[in-house]
């Protein structure tokens, strides 16, 4: 089975802050990587596929990186709005995977 | 615009059967590149994919749990079927279904719907 590592598990930054979360496979997963936002009580919302591809409609404060087994998740400068916990999932041709995920707050 | 509904019991017992069902829209699992997936989420707690059943009716089992899921389709009323069995008190989650987009192109969980609280206790 692949095992998704996401750290930290929570996150305070400020507003404007560059906020970065990463992501590690147990084996190399390519490319095969999205990212997730889940605000409080809503339904999680895709924002990142293929590890750095932007969902339509998201905003280009997010972005992703990496390859193999080592991604990372960056917002360019956290607006309020960005409350969330977010996570990382990989899939391969047997099974998807969620991170544990990161909560991510405002100071 | 795509939407999808899960509907079932909200209260099963111990070593039930659960029984949930996808109704889903603006799609058609007959249509290549797609699928339709389950997801959880205990209270608190981390998603945890459990199934998916693609347009060709290949199926996905989370490995942790395969011996307990079920996964099927009914293209005639739009709908995906899950079932697990011998449900446990841990299994107390939000269940979510969710269109899985696999056409070379981007392979996710794209559009998901708004989640069916089932609660296991005796």
């Known amino acids: 089975d692949i095992q998704m590592t996401q750290s930290p598990s929570s996150l305070s930054a400020s507003v404007g802050d560059r906020v970065t979360i990463t992501c590690q496979a147990s084996?190399?997963?390519?490319?095969?990587l999205n990212w997730y936002q889940q605000k409080p009580g809503k339904v999680p919302k895709l924002l990142i596929y293929?590890?750095?591809n932007l969902e339509t409609g998201v905003p280009s404060r997010f972005s992703g990186s990496g390859s193999g087994t080592d991604f990372t998740f960056t917002i360019g400068s956290l607006q309020p709005e960005d409350v969330a916990t977010y996570y990382c999932?990989?899939?391969?041709?047997?099974?998807?995977?969620f991170g544990q995920g990161t909560k991510l707050e405002i100071k | 615009q795509i939407t999808l509904k899960e509907s079932g019991p909200t209260l099963v017992k111990p070593t039930q059967t659960l029984t949930l069902t996808c109704t889903f829209s603006?799609?058609?699992?007959?249509?290549?590149?797609?699928?339709v997936g389950w997801i959880r989420q205990p209270p608190g707690k981390a998603l945890e994919w459990l199934a998916l059943?693609?347009?060709?009716?290949?199926?996905r089992y989370s490995p942790s749990l395969k011996s307990r899921l079920s996964i099927s389709k009914d293209t005639s009323k739009n709908q995906v079927v899950l079932t697990v069995t011998n449900m446990d008190p841990v299994d107390t989650a939000t269940y979510y279904c969710?269109?899985?987009?696999?056409?070379?192109?981007?392979?996710?969980?794209?559009?998901w719907g708004q989640g069916t609280m089932v609660t296991v206790s005796s």
């Open positions: 969710a269109h899985y987009v696999s056409d070379g192109y981007r392979d996710a969980f794209d559009i």
């Open positions: 603006d799609f058609s699992l007959t249509t290549s590149g797609m699928g």
């Open positions: 059943i693609y347009w060709d009716d290949d199926k």
């Open positions: 084996q190399d997963i390519s490319n095969y």
């Open positions: 293929d590890a750095s």
């Open positions: 999932q990989q899939y391969d041709n047997v099974q998807c995977t």
